[in-house]
């Protein structure tokens, strides 16, 4: 039997290519990629149980974390993450005109911010045109003379390569995640764990991450988002070394922490 995986299309977008190499990583049963349209998409296929597997990115090393997949995650409780993959991004300008013609660029938001400096400076009156994803955004431009997107060189086509790279930060790469229902792994070398504290109060978030440091877990990664509850109130997102020489007694199969998600 197939394993659906949903990903963000549609075809040619940085996470089909993602989607493929975390199916492999994970050697699913004969993988069969869906696109879907939007992130959010993407989650609820999984969610309601139209697919077995979802490959969405969490984080950029340049714009930092997602936040509808860090979002998606708080909501849907019962998704857990089973294997992350970082994936060099290199974003080229493409279209069927020349650069000097360009007054709309189009590309995933994402992508628009890591290329924000090299548009300003190469093509400063140029109009930003959000879309679902650079592959969404490659299939508009095609035929147009005014019209560029940004997005990966391999999935150019018909289009001119106007420039390539045009990201700002050489190192620009982007972690994606492959989401299942499945119980989480006990045998990851890093966690992801999401919290919200009980109140507003001095010393409460110190609090809740000296138990983390109590348990001799490192670190690495600590980001918020509004609880979308009330103006104020955060839920934090993390992530955790799981470096078994240095974890004081502790095993992912206890949870001491919560909920964990391995990756």
């Known amino acids: 039997m197939s394993t659906r995986v949903a990903y963000l299309g549609p075809?040619?977008?940085?996470?089909?290519?993602?989607?493929?190499?975390?199916?492999?990583?994970?050697?699913?049963?004969?993988?069969?990629?869906?696109?879907?349209?939007?992130?959010?998409?993407?989650?609820?296929?999984?969610?309601?149980?139209?697919?077995e597997a979802a490959v969405v990115p969490i984080e950029n090393s340049v714009e930092g974390g997602v936040t509808t997949t860090l979002d998606?995650?708080?909501?849907?409780?019962?998704?857990?993450?089973?294997?992350?993959?970082?994936?060099?991004?290199?974003?080229?300008?493409?279209?069927?005109?020349?650069?000097?013609?360009?007054?709309?660029?189009?590309?995933?938001?994402?992508?628009?911010?890591?290329?924000?400096?090299?548009?300003?400076?190469?093509?400063?009156?140029?109009?930003?045109?959000p879309t679902n994803s650079t592959a969404e955004a490659i299939r508009m431009v095609k035929g147009s003379s005014f019209r560029a997107a940004i997005g990966s060189k391999d999935a150019s086509d018909e289009l001119n390569i106007l420039a390539y790279p045009i990201n700002d930060i050489e190192g620009n790469c982007t972690r994606f995640v492959l989401l299942s229902k499945n119980d989480i792994k006990v045998?990851?070398?890093?966690?992801?764990?999401?919290?919200?504290?009980?109140?507003?109060?001095?010393?409460?978030?110190?609090?809740?991450?000296?138990?983390?440091?109590?348990?001799?877990?490192?670190?690495?990664?600590?980001?918020?988002?509004?609880?979308?509850?009330?103006?104020g109130e955060y839920v934090f997102f993390i992530d955790l070394d799981l470096n078994h020489s240095n974890k004081k007694g502790v095993s992912c199969d206890d949870k001491p922490l919560g909920r964990l998600n391995i990756a």
Not at 11 to 16: F, H, L, N, Q
Not at 32 to 41: E, Q, V
């Open 11 to 51: 075809k040619g977008t940085y996470a089909e290519k993602a989607a493929k190499a975390l199916a492999a990583l994970e050697n699913l049963d004969s993988p069969k990629f869906s696109p879907c349209k939007g992130l959010r998409s993407v989650v609820e296929n999984l969610a309601n149980n139209l697919c």
């Open 72 to 129: 998606s995650l708080w909501k849907h409780k019962n998704l857990f993450i089973h294997r992350a993959l970082v994936l060099p991004i290199q974003h080229s300008l493409l279209s069927s005109g020349s650069i000097s013609t360009i007054s709309e660029v189009l590309s995933h938001p994402q992508a628009i911010a890591q290329c924000s400096q090299w548009l300003n400076d190469n093509i400063p009156n140029a109009v930003h045109l």
């Open 187 to 231: 045998n990851g070398n890093k966690a992801s764990m999401a919290f919200s504290l009980k109140s507003n109060s001095p010393g409460a978030l110190l609090e809740a991450l000296n138990c983390i440091a109590d348990l001799g877990l490192n670190m690495s990664r600590i980001e918020s988002r509004p609880s979308k509850r009330e103006l």
